[in-house]
């Protein structure tokens, strides 16, 4: 069992940064490819950035390559998003999820745990 915890989001303006954090308790958290999801009203989670169980591989949905990177600190057992330039349309609760021995490529649904979300919201 894993238990995922994130936090970072917050209120902020268009142009400007966060950075989430996602920290795991349980066991074998570096055997987890990790994920951050997000879900913004009336619409579908979708998967923001994903990294693999080696930390070899990484993935961004193309909206948010070269403003978003993923990273991930298997001695603290956390698994990071540092958003920068933000936008209105960024607005979401983020979710962080993690998949056992995975590339971090499957879909939500095979994603085996999750956290609880964080409200992200970018004002204009």
């Known amino acids: 069992q894993v238990q995922l915890v994130e936090s970072g989001g917050g209120l902020v303006q268009a142009g400007g940064s966060l950075r989430l954090s996602c920290v795991a308790s349980?066991?074998?958290?570096?055997?987890?490819?990790m994920g951050w999801f997000r879900q913004a009203p009336g619409k579908e989670r979708e998967r923001v950035a994903a990294i693999s169980w080696t930390g070899g591989n990484t993935y961004y949905r193309d909206s948010v390559k070269g403003r978003f990177t993923i990273s991930r600190d298997n001695a603290k057992n956390t698994v990071y998003l540092q958003m920068n330039s933000l936008k209105p349309e960024d607005t979401a609760v983020y979710y962080c999820?993690?998949?056992?021995?995975?590339?971090?490529?499957?879909?939500?649904?095979?994603?085996?745990?999750w956290g609880q979300g964080t409200q992200v919201t970018v004002s204009s």
């Open positions: 999820a993690a998949d056992y021995l995975s590339n971090g490529m499957g879909a939500a649904h095979e994603y085996d745990f």
């Open positions: 349980g066991r074998s958290f570096a055997s987890y490819a």
